[in-house]
């Protein structure tokens, strides 16, 4: 995995006394040796950061698939699980994470389950087993999920030296150390 700053994007951030610093995205791309790697969700450590404002939040179900199948939230999010498809659906999770059973719910209904603590939520659909989908909670408001070009963009990410974390369906975490300034970067492949 590479990690660099970008030179476009900058955001204000209050920095106290009515004062304002200007924080850079930080744009990385995730590989296995060549390969790129997509839906694979990077983060860095920094619990006390300041919160960020949060948008909604939804993974959807449609044409008996969940989307987006990988999904990253600061701990404290809700996420909306609409039924947008022409079936009923169960959404579940009883793996390591947020434990939680929506029941049965028809087309049109959304539920929703609020993510307490840090951790991997693996979702199914108890009707339809072919339904998989991945919740990344973390406890930090420097994350991203990698598209499928293998790229990812941190939004405003405060320079200084950082514990990173990257994983994705089917390989192992992966840690590291990066320092976030100008031209910085590090590459970590997955075996």
């Known amino acids: 995995m590479r990690l660099w700053l970008s030179s476009v994007g900058v955001v204000l951030?209050?920095?106290g006394a009515g004062s304002f610093t200007a924080y850079p995205d930080l744009h990385g791309i995730v590989r296995a040796g060549t390969k790129l790697e997509p839906d694979a969700v990077v983060w860095l450590d920094a619990a006390a950061a300041p919160p960020v404002p949060s948008a909604r939040v939804?993974?959807?179900?449609?044409?008996?698939?969940?989307?987006p199948r990988v999904l990253a939230v600061r701990v404290g999010t809700t996420v909306e699980f609409p039924n947008n498809d022409r079936v009923f659906h169960n959404v579940f999770s009883f793996h390591n994470g947020k434990r939680f059973d929506l029941g049965l719910y028809p087309v049109g209904t959304v539920k929703r389950v609020t993510f307490d603590h840090p951790g991997l939520s693996r979702v199914f659909?108890?009707?339809h087993p072919n339904m998989a989908a991945y919740i990344m909670v973390v406890d930090s408001p420097y994350f991203a999920v990698s598209d499928r070009r293998g790229e990812f963009v941190m939004p405003a990410v405060e320079p200084k030296s950082y514990t990173y974390h990257a994983w994705r369906?089917?390989?192992?975490?992966l840690t590291g150390t990066v320092l976030v300034e100008a031209g910085a970067a590090v590459r970590v492949d997955w075996p």
């Open 125 to 127: 659909c108890n009707i």
């Open 13 to 15: 951030a209050a920095t």
């Open 169 to 173: 369906p089917g390989r192992s975490e």
């Open 58 to 67: 939804v993974l959807d179900q449609r044409n008996t698939t969940f989307s």
